[in-house]
């Protein structure tokens, strides 16, 4: 046979390509089917337990141990292993300072409700003066009405 050239050079140097037929593809699903249902399935849960166990390795890992500290290992806890109350660790300075300002805040703002800060007792005195004002605005209004129901 003749090869087509193209371009200076030869055609296609390999195989010719072999489709499977069929029904050799149907036969080989109907073996690994059968196959599959013969295993005992108690066999399949073993393994699946030894490797939830320990990873699989790939490649030479296996053959070869390596301490890479570099390389993070996930491991999984359970829920039951997990501390829910982890040891008290040391505050940062910017965390302290924040705590001591509310606590500083707390304690100012209870010590203005018992009135014993400068600005509560500025705060009590004006309100005093006010209410004094108001009180003497009452009597002259009021003693303008009986003025004016005295003389009507």
Do not use: C, W
């Amino acid at each position: 046979m003749e090869q087509v050239l193209r371009n200076g050079k030869r055609g296609h140097k390999g195989r010719a390509k072999q489709f499977t037929n069929p029904d050799e593809i149907d036969a080989q699903m109907k073996a690994e089917k059968e196959k599959a249902r013969d295993q005992p399935e108690n066999e399949s849960d073993s393994d699946s337990s030894e490797d939830d166990l320990e990873p699989k390795k790939k490649g030479v890992e296996g053959l070869i141990e390596i301490e890479n500290p570099n390389r993070v290992v996930q491991k999984n806890k359970k829920i039951t292993a997990l501390d829910l109350n982890p040891p008290n660790r040391e505050l940062s300075r910017r965390e302290r300072e924040e705590i001591e300002k509310q606590q500083a805040r707390e304690r100012y703002m209870k010590l203005h409700l018992e009135g014993k800060t400068e600005q509560a007792r500025a705060d009590l005195a004006r309100l005093a003066i006010i209410r004094k004002q108001r009180e003497d605005a009452a009597k002259k209004r009021e003693s303008e009405k009986k003025g004016k129901e005295a003389k009507a």
